[in-house]
């Protein structure tokens, strides 16, 4: 792959920018995350735009309306367009998957997600929006624990009243710590956790005829530090949480009481000997109708 055409010459030397920002990244606030402008060759970037649908219009959108999140996402790589998927090649590599080890500082090998699970292609129009929520903490379909969140924006001449930042909320979700505005070629990078609390709690107010459009990747390690673990949390799905001030601002998947219940080990071991149970009792019929 030739990454020269995708990254911007300024950045020839990406050792030098790892150990330069690394430390700004693990010490950042309220949680793990860096800033990159540019990271990208405007060149290329601008075809991705060009190449970037209408995901409205797309069959195999999905299309989110509720209180939560009013927004479309297509994770439909054969489909995408060439630059696009070459976009998404970059982003799965080895050379970019090194990259996010080195400014992160994370020790657990990184692995990318090629199924794209949550990622891909995302699109918000005027109204839209996507209320503070932290993750969900596991890969769906594999043996792997979420680390990190990539969106790359492609926005441009993106005005501050059109809203759409990125807010980052502390962990008792009593102040945004960051807003971040979602302009053309603007990389953000930050860590997984339970309680990084993130998204754009407000609906969007751009003109009708223009949209917030990014690119997300997520990546996946083999176990992962236990600090970063809240146990309130520890069913594998989104929490949308909310803001100080604001009551019923989401709409809960689970309830407080459910996930105050999830906490108590008591019940976390109840559960692990539900799940064996279970299994037993699957395989025994399995092997009483292959009797039969």
């Known amino acids: 792959m030739q990454f020269q055409k995708i990254i911007n010459s300024k950045l020839d030397n990406l050792d030098e920018f790892i150990s330069r920002n690394k430390k700004n990244y693990e010490s950042a606030s309220p949680f793990p995350f ?5 990271f990208f060759s405007v060149e290329f970037l601008n075809e991705i735009l060009k190449q970037f649908p209408n995901l409205e219009e797309k069959k195999k959108t999905t299309n989110y309306s509720n209180k939560n999140e009013v927004k479309f996402a297509n994770n439909e790589y054969e489909r995408f367009p060439k630059n696009i998927k070459t976009l998404f090649d970059f982003l799965n590599s080895n050379f970019f998957v090194d990259f996010l080890q080195g400014i992160t500082g994370i020790t657990e090998k990184l692995v990318p997600d090629f199924q794209l699970n949550g990622g891909g292609l995302h699109e918000i ?7 503070i929520h932290s ?3 596991r890969h769906p379909n594999l043996d792997l624990d979420r680390r990190l969140n990539v969106l790359i924006y492609l926005n441009k001449n993106w005005k501050e009243e059109y809203g759409g930042h990125l807010e980052f909320w502390d962990k008792d979700m009593k102040a945004c ?3 971040i505005l979602p302009v053309f070629n603007k990389m953000v990078i930050f860590s997984t956790t339970d309680n990084s609390n993130h998204g754009h709690p407000d609906p969007l107010s751009c003109p009708d005829i223009i949209s917030r459009k990014s690119i997300a990747t997520y990546y996946y390690s083999k176990g992962r530090p236990l600090n970063e673990i809240d146990k309130m ?6 929490y949308f949480k909310d803001r100080a001030g604001q009551y019923d601002e989401t709409e809960q998947v689970s309830g407080k009481f459910r996930r105050f219940l999830r ?12 799940k064996k ?16």
């Open 34 to 38: 860096i800033v990159i402008e540019d």
């Open 277 to 292: 149970l279970i299994r037993t009792g699957r395989s025994k019929r399995k092997r009483e109708n292959q009797n039969d």
């Open 233 to 238: 949390f520890s069913k594998n799905t989104t």
């Open 125 to 131: 129009k005027k109204g839209g929006l996507l209320k």
């Open 263 to 274: 906490s108590l080990n008591i019940y976390q071991k109840f559960k692990i000997i539900e």
């Open 177 to 179: 710590r960051k807003k």
């Open 135 to 137: 993750d969900f903490n």
